[in-house]
């Protein structure tokens, strides 16, 4: 595999999502368990070239925000994922993140705005947390499967 498309950074693994007309390099980055109760997920580094170090980092951002975002995603030259490839990362990646709301929502009992007793009785539910972290990591699995089946011996 391209010591250049999944890379290793200071203990993140970096998939290389492509790179735009100003020869930036992204990369998405692994998912990870922060805070002892949510997943961070979803965040694209930047860098001025494909040598991946602090000294090269540019940008840190998320990923599958808005319109914007997806524009920018297909945008990226990237001659090893596919077209099909590039739509199945952005949907596993977005219901990532509405996994992760949900997940948010159960565990703080709420949009975590205000407090509300009744709602955080309501709402705050362990199983349905537990089943969304879950759901998080299998749809992760699948994200890496399509990077590593796409890379492979590239």
């Not at 490839?85 to 565990?107: G, S």
């Not at 009992?109 to 539910?125: D, R």
């Amino acid at each position: 595999m391209n010591n250049k498309l999944i890379v290793e950074n200071n203990g993140k693994t970096l998939y290389f999502l492509g790179k735009n007309e100003d020869n930036i390099y992204y990369y998405l980055e692994s998912i990870s368990f922060d805070c002892g109760w949510y997943y961070g997920l979803n965040y694209v580094e930047g860098f001025k070239s494909n040598r991946i170090n602090d000294n090269t980092w540019i940008s840190h951002s998320h990923f599958v925000q808005d319109k914007m975002n997806y524009d920018w995603f297909f945008s990226l030259e990237n001659d090893l994922l596919s077209k099909d490839d590039k739509w199945k990362i952005y949907e596993l990646c977005k219901t990532m993140k509405t996994f992760r709301e949900f997940a948010d929502m159960n565990y703080l009992g709420g949009s975590h705005i205000t407090t509300i007793e009744k709602e955080q009785k309501l709402v705050k539910n362990e199983e349905l947390y537990k089943y969304a972290n879950q759901t998080i990591e299998k749809l992760w699995e699948m994200v890496v499967e399509i990077f590593e089946t796409s890379y492979k011996e590239k």
